[in-house]
């Protein structure tokens, strides 16, 4: 079965630019639509965006002046990277396969938290 | 904007509950790609019903989907109390992206 695995820093600070990895292991992203996602107390579950099989991506109207994603399939990962950090981006970070609003596999998620 | 769920709904052993998830015709795009998730603190939101009313593989048939319009409801019959959770809906939007519900947190009483 397919599992995920994201990385990347715990503590952020404003205004900087976040790095995230996501890690597949299990079968080729190739395959997959991956999404981010995050959740907060505060806000719940908010989607970020979602790469494509294709390489297309698609991403939340309200994050997409901020937000890149992009997959290297040599070594199975995808990458999130959400630039202009604010305390409000302070959240767990998942990735997760799926289609439409039907994510099926999650990573354990990873907690960032923007502060100075 | 998030799709609209009850803060919070309660109710004791062996009861049925039903949340509720409300958007707008544009949220749903008149389809049926609305999900249910089901989150524990601390872990990872595991998904319970895709396309409205599609249990999940080794989903208890104690949890049931429907939607109506610009409603969509999660049902859960015979509480238990492993059931106590945060509980999310999600859509496929007319624009290719996806919006989850604010969250519902359940007490089993």
């Known amino acids: 079965q397919v599992q995920l695995q994201e990385s990347g820093p715990g503590l952020v600070m404003p205004s900087e630019t976040l790095s995230l990895t996501c890690t597949v292991s299990?079968?080729?992203?190739?395959?997959?639509?991956l999404s981010w996602i995050r959740h907060s107390a505060a806000t719940g579950l908010e989607w970020i965006g979602r790469?494509?099989?294709?390489?297309?991506?698609k991403y939340s109207p309200s994050l997409e002046s901020r937000v890149t994603v992009s997959a290297d399939t040599s070594k199975n990962q995808v990458s999130l990277k959400l630039n202009s950090l604010t305390a409000a981006d302070t959240a767990a970070y998942y990735c997760?396969?799926?289609?439409?609003?039907?994510?099926?596999?999650w990573g354990r998620g990873i907690l960032v938290t923007v502060s100075s | 904007s998030a799709l609209t769920q009850p803060a919070s709904v309660s109710g004791s052993p062996g009861q049925s509950i039903t949340i509720s998830c409300t958007g707008t015709?544009?949220?749903?795009?008149?389809?049926?790609?609305v999900s249910w998730y089901q989150q524990h603190p601390d872990k990872a939101p595991k998904v319970l019903i895709s396309?409205?009313?599609k249990r999940h593989s080794g989903v208890s048939n104690r949890f049931s989907g429907s939607k109506s319009g610009i409603t969509a409801s999660l049902t859960i019959s015979g509480l238990q109390a492993e059931d106590e959770a945060d509980y999310f809906c999600?859509?496929?939007?007319?624009?290719?992206?996806?919006?989850f519900g604010g969250g519902t947190k359940l007490t089993v009483l």
């Open positions: 790469i494509y099989n294709t390489g297309n991506t």
């Open positions: 396309d409205v009313n």
């Open positions: 999600s859509s496929f939007t007319g624009s290719n992206t996806v919006i």
């Open positions: 299990g079968a080729p992203i190739s395959i997959y639509y």
């Open positions: 015709t544009n949220d749903f795009d008149d389809n049926n790609y």
């Open positions: 997760a396969t799926g289609d439409r609003s039907s994510f099926d596999n």
